[in-house]
């Protein structure tokens, strides 16, 4: 007979729950042991220790990017040639000249799919894995039975790993009007919140409000208040919820006295030639906002935040931050969302700091070392539509779009799936959100099928999708 684990007050919680659909007691813990049985003999091995997860809001062009059809009618293949790739047989934008020399090192997914039409509801199954709570909507908010997102679900199943930063997201939180979904802990609550790293595009520098003391509480007086704190909770803790919530007060002790994130946020530490690498000029260098001048253009480039933020994902990798959300969004200049002049706006905006700040990322992890353990994910909410429209543009395209994964134990210079003639729909292996986000637990060593649980008690399974096998080494 297999040991039945103890009840807590949760359990007692879904027990209630349970017995409203007739499952008695005695089932409930027979179903729970066996499950838990069956993860510990099937629980993946940890094969990550890291992840830059790189959202680009707007949804980039999958055929004017990665996922080009040079053979298409002229109104689908845009104005955009290809070029060849450090791969064999991969073809990528001409306006990626340097992405184009590191793709030996990344795996493509074509292919990807969901229903969602809208930015939110597309947004928040990207970042979360699961299908929006309001179904496809354009304009919905985070909301208290959100799912949570990756970091905070990693964060939860994780909660004992004796790390400070779990999960932090910069340089903003990404707000339409309203805060967009997706990007917080949702129904797991404040404990699981990513620590916020804010960016300030003028003076190039980052901050974080989490890391500081409170005004006359000197670190020496926290330590103390901390011991006190230490001593009390030795002769109180009484349950799961209390010895979770001493997890949470000591985390937050050490990310307060540690200097770890702190020293990562200095991004002046960096030498010129590695700000430069990643494609941003010195602070204090003046700018021409002339924007009929080529060379204005490029300086702009240069002084874009989009370098500078996945830099700065880097600094926190090696601070031992697991998990990492940039957001490449609207404040940084034109954002993805090319309705109108697509061409225009991927040559001179979009393309040329994205691909120089993704090429200078994959090739800096590898040279430290890092990429063995690091997973990096670029991807935007969907791709576009493949005929241009009246405007030169493209529309909403979530039928089929692209990602790219590299680090870890993905494929090296890999193509997962393709799409059909026109880039319309996948025509092999098509990939879900829900599949990638069995993808990226598996490789943290967390099977996809542990649970979390709502206020009310309610359990979740934190992804629904099946791992990418195919894309492991």
């Not at 007050?9 to 017995?19: D, M, P, V």
């Not at 790993?161 to 903003?172: D, N, Y």
């Not at 002769?235 to 001493?246: G, K, L, P, R, W």
């Not at 395209?397 to 319309?424: E, F, M, N, V």
């Amino acid at each position: 007979m297999l040991p039945q684990p103890p009840i807590t007050r949760r359990h007692a919680i879904e027990i209630g729950s349970l017995g409203l659909l007739g499952i008695s007691l005695p089932r409930f813990l027979q179903l729970q042991a066996l499950q838990a049985a069956t993860r510990s003999d099937q629980a993946p091995k940890q094969q990550i220790q890291s992840c830059i997860f790189i959202f680009y809001y707007g949804g980039p062009s999958h055929l004017d990017t990665f996922d080009m059809k040079p053979h298409a009618p002229l109104e689908v293949r845009g104005e955009f040639k290809s070029i060849a790739t450090s791969v064999p047989g991969l073809q990528i934008s001409e306006h990626l000249p340097r992405t184009s020399r590191v793709m030996h090192k990344v795996a493509v997914v074509r292919g990807m799919h969901h229903p969602m039409r809208g930015h939110d509801s597309a947004s928040y199954q990207t970042l979360t894995g699961r299908i929006p709570p309001v179904g496809d909507n354009q304009n919905f908010g985070d909301r208290p039975d959100s799912f949570p997102c990756y970091g905070a679900c990693i964060s939860r199943v994780r909660r004992y790993h004796p790390i400070a930063v779990p999960h932090a997201s910069l340089p903003f939180v990404m707000n339409n009007n309203i805060i967009n979904p997706g990007q917080t802990a949702g129904f797991l609550g404040a404990a699981y919140q990513p620590l916020l790293i804010q960016g300030d595009p003028d003076t190039l520098a980052y901050s974080a409000g989490s890391l500081k003391l409170l005004q006359g509480v000197s670190p020496q007086r926290f330590q103390q208040r901390m011991d006190l704190l230490r001593a009390l909770n030795a002769n109180i803790v009484s349950s799961d919820d209390d010895a979770e919530m001493n997890v949470h007060s000591e985390r937050a002790f050490e990310l307060i006295v540690s200097d770890g994130v702190r020293d990562a946020l200095d991004i002046d530490q960096e030498s010129a030639a590695t700000r430069e690498r990643y494609g941003f000029g010195p602070p204090g260098q003046s700018y021409d906002d002339d924007p009929k001048s080529r060379a204005n253009v490029e300086l702009a480039i240069a002084r874009n935040m989009r370098g500078l933020n996945l830099l700065m994902a880097r600094r926190l990798v090696e601070a031992g931050v697991s998990f990492i959300n940039v957001y490449d969004y609207k404040q940084q200049g034109k954002n993805w969302d090319t309705h109108s002049d697509n061409f225009v706006r991927h040559k001179d905006h979009l393309l040329p700091p994205a691909d120089r700040a993704f090429a200078a990322l994959i090739e800096d992890l590898d040279e430290r070392g890092l990429l063995e353990t690091t997973l990096v994910v670029a991807m935007g909410e969907f791709g576009r539509t493949p005929r241009v429209n009246k405007d030169a543009g493209r529309d909403h395209w979530p039928d089929c779009y692209t990602a790219l994964l590299a680090g870890g134990p993905i494929k090296r210079g890999y193509i997962h799936g393709a799409s059909d003639k026109l880039g319309a729909y996948p025509a092999s292996d098509p990939v879900t959100p829900a599949d990638l986000a069995a993808t990226i637990y598996s490789l943290f060593g967390v099977d996809p099928h542990a649970l979390v649980h709502d206020p009310g008690g309610r359990p979740y399974p934190i992804a629904l999708g099946r791992p990418i096998t195919a894309l492991i080494s």
